[in-house]
């Protein structure tokens, strides 16, 4: 489920000030703009993680709908299937799950 623009702006707020707090960033823009910055960056990744989902969902219906070498198609878990296209695909794009 992802997250609202609201909650996203939240924790981009938060991870600003704690950042901030424990000298371990020091601002050379107003927090304001780095706070934004952070809200877009974890949009980003919260649809790039809904784009591979939806990637890995159509491929493993291929893939169970064709059926693998060796296995019956009624023994292929989709589920599984699609979690380890998902891992595939977001190795592929360099994408930490």
Request: proline share 3%.
């Amino acid at each position: 489920m992802r997250p609202s623009a609201a909650q996203l702006q939240r924790v981009a707020t938060l991870l600003a000030k704690r950042l901030v707090a424990a000298d371990v960033l020091t601002l050379d823009v107003p927090e304001e703009a780095v706070q934004a910055r952070f809200a877009a960056l974890l949009a980003r990744n919260f649809e790039e993680e809904a784009e591979i989902e939806r990637e890995a969902a159509a491929e493993a219906e291929r893939v169970v709908r064709r059926g693998a070498p060796g296995v019956r198609r009624e023994e292929l878990d989709l589920r599984r299937v699609e979690q380890l296209v998902k891992q595939r695909i977001a190795e592929r794009r360099g994408f930490a799950l």
